[in-house]
T-cell receptor
Framework: NAGVMQNPRHLVRRRGQEARLRCSPM?????VYWYRQLPEEGLKFMVY????????ESGMPKERFSAEFPKEGPSILRIQQVVRGDSAAYFC??????????????FGPGTRLTVT | AQKITQTQPGMFVQEKEAVTLDCTYD???????LFWYKQPSSGEMIFLIY??????QNATEGRYSLNFQKARKSANLVISASQLGDSAMYFC????????????FGTGTRLTIIP
């Protein structure tokens, strides 16, 4: 029973390039969340998605960042024209639909993005 | 809005001793959940324990227990008989039970177990 999968684990981009981060939720999980962790800080919520729907994007920067969770395939967090301040660990989490247990969020191993 | 406060940036504990990691929270939501996660040096986030705001008893999971004091808005994590492998960052988090799905995290406590 595979956990939440994220790839790549490490990503290096030059300033101005695009970064694409992928997340495959656990089997049976239809809710996906993205969080960002800056060095020596806690995780900050970015966006919450269900299949083909963005439910809450209140934590997403207004520009350059977008997320999707298509009907088929993984969830994608896309950062256009990356800047040094985007360097962080990006975590994806997934959970069951409401009413099916505690529905705690299970986290993937994270993608460490370094912008040079 | 929700807020989590962890006032201990770092703690050092002798192996086999018990340790309490502090967490206080603030929310206007009538129903909510409290979570603790462990982040070892390898970086992954490991779910440890959950406490619902209406649960009558404190949650326990093996060596982990959650000292939930609702009136004081505190949800401290207690680790009994600490082990070297417990050395990690520990994050307290909360989530409203209706509508708002996101987790709000504290800044974490770095726990170091001394042999």
């Amino acid at each position: 029973n595979a956990g939440v999968m994220q790839n790549p684990r490490h990503l290096v981009r030059r300033r101005g390039q695009e970064a694409r981060l992928r997340c495959s939720p656990m089997k049976g999980h239809s809710h996906v969340y993205w969080y960002r962790q800056l060095p020596e800080e806690g995780l900050k919520f970015m966006v919450y998605l269900q299949k083909e729907n963005i439910i809450d994007e209140s934590g997403m920067p207004k520009e350059r960042f977008s997320a999707e969770f298509p009907k088929e395939g993984p969830s994608i967090l896309r950062i256009q024209q990356v800047v040094r301040g985007d360097s962080a660990a990006y975590f994806c989490a997934s959970s069951r639909p409401r009413g099916q247990g505690i529905d705690e969020q299970y986290f993937g191993p994270g993608t460490r993005l370094t912008v040079t | 809005a929700q807020k989590i406060t962890q006032t201990q940036p770092g703690m050092f504990v002798q192996e086999k001793e018990a340790v309490t990691l502090d967490c206080t929270y603030d929310t206007s939501d009538p129903s909510y959940g409290l979570f603790w996660y462990k982040q070892p040096s390898s970086g992954e986030m490991i779910f440890l324990i959950y406490q619902g705001s209406y649960d009558q008893q404190n949650a326990t999971e093996g060596r982990y227990s959650l000292n939930f004091q609702k009136a004081r808005k505190s949800a401290n994590l207690v680790i009994s008989a600490s082990q070297l492998g417990d050395s990690a960052m520990y994050f307290c988090a909360m989530r409203a039970n209706f509508g708002n799905e996101k987790l709000t995290f504290g800044t974490g406590t770095r726990l170091t177990i001394i042999p």
